[in-house]
């Protein structure tokens, strides 16, 4: 059996949490065998865990280093807040025209019933120890420090999400100058198309994966994990509460 001239394809569809790093390190870890030339990440992502997306990346990198390989990351139909760490890390960065690249933002919910609680008088004992062990109980009144504590995370998230962006995208730019003009204009536009993403430097070429992967490496088998499913609304929920 020849297991040379293969293309690793890793699909990111799902939001990023620790369940999918874990499923990318295992997927890696059986597959060094196949000695590949490239590494193909298709990231359509609304995104996740910051900390997740920078462990995926570290892997990622650690898997293209040991082999020796390129890393080519395409943006599909839409790259959120921390899919963006992902789809930056490549060696080189492919989207379609119309992808929407972007959302450097966060958001949270606090949930409460402690009013629902208290018109079916509900008795709730709550027991602990500690300062903040009862931050964000949905059992207890809301209080304006849970609020505070949750928007300080969401900047944080924000803050280091924009660093890691700078770190991975730095190399694209001529100099200092450049890098500071593009990055200002991506992260206060929002959300951004192909086009206008490889205008200001941060996708390389237009195209999809596998437009480029048949014109470039038409006579390469391919290993694909997680291949695309149909949009499964209830799992990305349970995904994302349990995150």
Same mark, same amino acid.
């Given at each position: 059996?020849?297991?040379?001239?293969?293309?690793?394809?890793?699909?990111?569809?799902?939001?990023?949490?620790?369940?999918?790093?874990?499923?990318?390190?295992?997927?890696?870890?059986?597959?060094?065998?196949?000695?590949?030339?490239?590494?193909?990440?298709?990231?359509?992502?609304?995104?996740?865990?910051?900390?997740?997306? @920078? !462990? &995926?990346?570290?892997? #990622?990198? +650690?898997?293209?280093?040991?082999?020796?390989?390129?890393?080519? =990351?395409?943006?599909?139909?839409?790259?959120?807040?921390?899919?963006?760490?992902?789809?930056?890390?490549?060696?080189?960065?492919?989207?379609?025209?119309?992808?929407?690249?972007?959302?450097?933002?966060?958001?949270?919910?606090?949930?409460?019933?402690?009013?629902?609680?208290?018109?079916?008088?509900?008795?709730?004992?709550?027991?602990?120890?500690?300062?903040?062990?009862?931050?964000?109980?949905?059992?207890?009144?809301?209080?304006?420090?849970?609020?505070?504590?949750?928007?300080?995370?969401?900047?944080?998230?924000?803050?280091?999400?924009? @660093? !890691? &962006?700078?770190?991975? #995208?730095? +190399?694209?730019?001529?100099?200092?100058?450049?890098?500071?003009? =593009?990055?200002?204009?991506?992260?206060?536009?929002?959300?951004?198309?192909?086009?206008?993403?490889?205008?200001?430097?941060?996708?390389?070429?237009?195209?999809?994966?596998?437009?480029?992967?048949?014109?470039?490496?038409?006579?390469?088998?391919?290993?694909?994990?997680?291949?695309?499913?149909?949009?499964?609304?209830?799992?990305?929920?349970?995904?994302?509460?349990?995150?």
């Amino acid at each position: 059996m020849n297991l040379l001239n293969r293309i690793i394809r890793i699909n990111i569809q799902r939001p990023i949490t620790s369940k999918l790093t874990q499923l990318i390190r295992n997927q890696l870890e059986n597959i060094t065998f196949y000695q590949p030339k490239v590494l193909a990440v298709q990231i359509d992502c609304q995104g996740g865990s910051v900390v997740q997306a @920078k !462990q &995926i990346q570290y892997l #990622l990198q +650690k898997f293209a280093q040991k082999q020796k390989l390129p890393i080519l =990351c395409f943006a599909g139909a839409q790259v959120y807040n921390s899919a963006n760490i992902i789809l930056s890390c490549g060696d080189k960065i492919i989207s379609a025209n119309n992808s929407e690249i972007g959302d450097y933002t966060f958001s949270g919910q606090i949930w409460n019933i402690s009013e629902l609680i208290k018109d079916q008088n509900l008795d709730v004992v709550n027991l602990s120890h500690g300062k903040y062990k009862d931050r964000l109980n949905p059992l207890q009144p809301f209080k304006e420090t849970d609020k505070e504590w949750l928007n300080n995370m969401n900047k944080n998230n924000e803050i280091e999400l924009k @660093k !890691q &962006i700078t770190l991975n #995208l730095s +190399k694209k730019f001529i100099n200092l100058h450049e890098q500071t003009d =593009c990055l200002n204009e991506i992260f206060q536009s929002s959300i951004l198309n192909g086009y206008q993403a490889k205008k200001l430097k941060i996708v390389d070429e237009i195209g999809t994966i596998d437009e480029y992967l048949q014109s470039n490496y038409k006579n390469m088998k391919t290993i694909e994990f997680f291949k695309p499913q149909a949009y499964n609304i209830q799992q990305e929920i349970i995904e994302k509460l349990i995150s």
